[in-house]
Every structure is written in C-alpha cells, then in structure tokens.
Nanobody
C-alpha cells in the first residue's frame, strides 16, 4: 500500500491549510493523520473509518476536519485557525485488514508562524 501526502507548507497563525492523502488501495479499516513535532512523540490528529466515523485529538477539535474525497482512496485534512503549536510533520496513516496492519505516508511539513 502506498500513501502519498501533500499540502503542507508555511502559514501564519490563524491561517488554513488542507492536506491530502492519496492511497493506492481504497479498502481499509481507517485512515487518518498523525503528527510529530521536534522532540515529541507522534500523536494522532484525526481519523476516519471506512464507515465514515470521525475522531479528533482534543487539541484540534473544532478547528480541523477530516473527510474522504469522491475517490474513496483519498482523505483530506482541512486545518483552520492554525496555531504555532500545530507545527509538525504530518503523516498519513492507514489501518487495513483483519490483522490491523499499519501503513504510513512520507510526511508533509506544516509550519505555523506566530
């Protein structure tokens, strides 16, 4: 399974970015976004199940929205009201199959300046 993430960049605090992840497979248990800031552990930001159920980290609730594109292998993360603490490398993730295998994209840098 290949995951291709895009959409990161540099934005001022209060701005918006949209990340996209295109997967080579459209059948999965869930897809989502994790992030890792320097010196910190990777953390879950948002995920969406194959049935469309979404969940978010408390720190991004009300600001970020995860959604699936018309192509079922595409997932977006709309990030609004960005804060400097959102600065991190964002990784696309897929959990797939009966054995809950994990797949990761290459990461995209998001930098929010104050």
């Amino acid at each position: 399974v290949q995951l291709q993430a895009s959409g990161g960049g540099l934005v001022q605090a209060g701005g918006s970015l949209r990340l996209a992840c295109v997967a080579s497979e459209s059948i999965f248990n869930s897809m989502g976004w994790y992030r890792q800031a320097p010196g910190k552990q990777r953390e879950l930001v948002a995920r969406i199940t194959s049935g469309g159920t979404t969940s978010y980290a408390d720190s991004v609730k009300g600001r970020f929205t995860i959604s699936r594109g018309n192509a079922r292998s595409t997932v977006y993360l709309q990030m609004n009201s960005l804060k400097p603490e959102d600065t991190a490398v964002y990784y696309c993730h897929m959990e797939r199959g009966h054995y809950l295998r994990d797949y990761w994209g290459q990461g995209t840098q998001v930098t929010v300046s104050s």
